[in-house]
């Protein structure tokens, strides 16, 4: 015997047809939506003998909806931290072409344009020395500052030796040497000078400001602006 088989009760593909809304069980939204139909139904069919008591159910939901409270502040506060990141970065750029004062101890001098230097003095000093050497490590100038009250202390090297002879461009290196007011001999952090050359973000979308002597320093790391 042949078998017929309807076929009109094969479910046909509608494009136009639409598709119920995909529901998210972790979300604070539907975990609402859940909690307050379980709620409705426990309330329906309780016992009128034995009233379900409803202040543990309810101290819960009072729990999602601060959590959905806390969920929403953070979401307002990364999309206000992002407009401060845009707004940041768009202020460096203004930057580009200024000089930075960075702690570094490295120096990229072109062979014409005197260095910005700065050592941070954590104590009155009676003398700074400030010795520059080449990438092989020979002195090639030395410079005495004198007498300083604690604080940064701005001063230059224009490319010269101890003969006030210019040298080649390239690398080259200071270290400091400072004796305080009571005697003692320390080591002030050095500062180096560099234009900046672009401006760019980090991984965490910071501004990032590239110099010409080849860092990347971060606007915190900047101790001075020189013009």
């Known amino acids: 015997m042949a078998t017929v088989s309807n076929l009109s009760l094969i479910k046909q593909y509608d494009p136009t047809a639409k598709t119920a809304a995909a529901t998210d069980p972790t979300s604070t939204k539907d975990m609402t939506q859940n909690f307050l139909k379980m709620l409705t139904a426990q309330l329906q069919n309780q016992d ?3 009233p379900t008591d409803t202040a543990s159910m309810t101290t819960q ?3 999602l909806n601060m959590v959905d409270g806390i969920n929403q502040m953070k979401s307002t506060m990364t999309s206000l931290l992002s407009q401060i990141q845009s707004s940041d970065f768009m202020n460096y750029s203004s930057s580009v072409g200024k000089y ?3 702690a570094g101890k490295s120096m990229s001098f072109d ?3 005197p260095i910005n230097l700065g050592a941070q003095l954590a104590n009155d000093v009676s003398s700074v020395l400030a010795t520059i050497t080449d990438a092989n490590g020979n002195v090639v100038a ?3 500052l004198g ?3 604690a604080g940064m202390v701005d001063f230059s090297w224009d490319g010269t030796d101890s003969n006030g002879q210019p040298v080649a461009a390239g690398k ?3 270290a400091l040497s400072a004796l305080s007011t009571e005697g003692n001999t320390f080591t002030p952090d050095s500062y180096v000078a560099s234009m900046v050359a672009a401006i ?3 991984s965490n979308k910071n501004a990032l400001l590239t110099l010409a002597d080849g860092r990347a320093v971060a606007p915190t790391d900047i101790a001075q602006w020189i013009a």
């Open 48 to 50: 009128p003998m034995n």
């Open 61 to 63: 939901l009072a729990q």
């Open 100 to 102: 930075a004062m960075v």
């Open 111 to 113: 062979g014409q344009t």
């Open 142 to 144: 030395q410079e005495t």
């Open 147 to 149: 007498a300083h009250s």
């Open 172 to 174: 080259y290196n200071i």
């Open 200 to 202: 760019g973000k980090d």
